[in-house]
């Protein structure tokens, strides 16, 4: 694909439900990133993979987040027990190597409304 | 974290340049400035991004000051589809380190 995909591009979820974000990156590129944007905010980091492996995940605000990347393509951000402050857009971006200055390319997020 | 200061909103007339800046006085010697913009609704975009020397793409000009405790985006001529959040953000990583986003100044760009 042309850019980064993410799906679903909106998610609704009753409190307590499991929700699983998929990211499909552009081809190729080894880095990708989550971050989490609440409203009126600027996106935060959550975690970092490079192929398949992740190296940090300091950003994950609970033990109820957990991501993955198996085969260092498709990513999954997988949150356990949704509660209302989850509420947020879920970005992805990658990049080519990962190498220091290298620019991000972002998906549209997913915006995940939970009630 | 890595802290920037960004006026949180500004105007400016279609066609004219628009002028945001940046204050990044903590910045260390390795590390760059970036500039991304996030239209509504979409991901963060990135623009351009410079160490010390000034630098011009197709979409903008960057001013970084000689002390590099700040910096300028300059969009030569605005358009209505420039209208974005813009974040202004330095990083000795790049993408590698987790970018630190702050609030970013909202850039309305009027008829």
């Known amino acids: 694909g042309a850019g980064v995909s993410q799906s679903p591009r909106y998610k609704v979820a009753k409190r307590g439900q499991d929700v699983a974000l998929r990211c499909d990156p552009i081809s190729g590129h080894v880095s990708l990133f989550w971050y989490q944007q609440a409203l009126g905010q600027g996106p935060e980091f959550l975690t970092y993979?490079?192929?398949?492996?992740?190296?940090?995940k300091s950003g994950l605000p609970s033990d109820r987040f957990f991501a993955e990347r198996p085969e260092g393509s498709v990513s999954t951000l997988k949150i356990q027990r949704t509660q209302k402050e989850d509420s947020a857009v879920y970005l992805c971006?990658?990049?080519?190597?990962?190498?220091?200055?290298?620019?991000?390319?972002f998906g549209s997020g997913t915006q995940l409304s939970v009630l | 974290d890595a802290k920037t200061t960004q006026p949180p909103s500004m105007d400016c007339a279609e066609g004219r340049a628009a002028n945001l800046p940046c204050n990044h006085s903590?910045?260390?010697?390795?590390?760059?400035v970036y500039w991304y913009r996030q239209i509504h609704s979409q991901g963060p975009q990135y623009i351009i991004h410079g160490l010390k020397n000034n630098e011009t793409n197709e979409m903008a000009s960057l001013i970084i000051t000689e002390d590099r405790k700040s910096s300028t985006l300059i969009l030569p001529h605005a358009t209505l589809r420039d209208t974005a959040v813009y974040y202004c953000i330095f990083t000795s990583g790049g993408g590698a380190d987790g970018l630190t986003f702050g609030k970013g100044t909202h850039l309305i760009i009027q008829p």
């Open positions: 903590t910045i260390s010697g390795n590390e760059y």
């Open positions: 993979f490079q192929n398949e492996a992740q190296l940090d």
């Open positions: 971006a990658s990049s080519l190597e990962g190498q220091p200055n290298e620019k991000l390319f």
